[in-house]
């Protein structure tokens, strides 16, 4: 049963920093996109950045030039760097590997920037 478990969310002031990772289990890691979601209270879960095997990326616009996406193939992980953290990033993380009409969720980790 293919797993991802995240891990590095936390309360941060605003302005501050988080690494979020994301570790897979029991998946061919380096064939699968991967992306970070997010959901806050109330509102839709929404993308936040995704990386495919090839290592080309995307973004939110609402996170472009603060949040980085990254892979370790080696180490079957995903990384978001979030950088310059305001408080509407406050959300439930979550973890997203997809190919083809395979789909996995991690648990999600909070994030909770304080203003």
């Known amino acids: 049963q293919v797993q991802l478990v995240e891990s590095g969310g936390g309360l941060v002031q605003a302005g501050g920093s988080l690494r979020l990772s994301c570790a897979a289990f029991?998946?061919?890691?380096?064939?699968?996109?991967m992306g970070w979601y997010r959901q806050a209270p109330g509102k839709q879960r929404e993308l936040v950045a995704a990386i495919i095997p090839g290592g080309s990326t995307n973004y939110a616009d609402s996170v472009k030039g603060r949040f980085t996406i990254s892979r370790d193939n080696a180490k079957n992980t995903v990384y978001l760097q979030m950088n310059s953290l305001k408080p509407e990033d406050t959300a439930v993380y979550y973890c997203n590997a997809h190919y083809l009409h395979f789909n996995y969720w991690g648990q999600g980790t909070q994030v909770t920037v304080s203003s």
């Open positions: 029991r998946v061919i890691f380096n064939i699968y996109s």
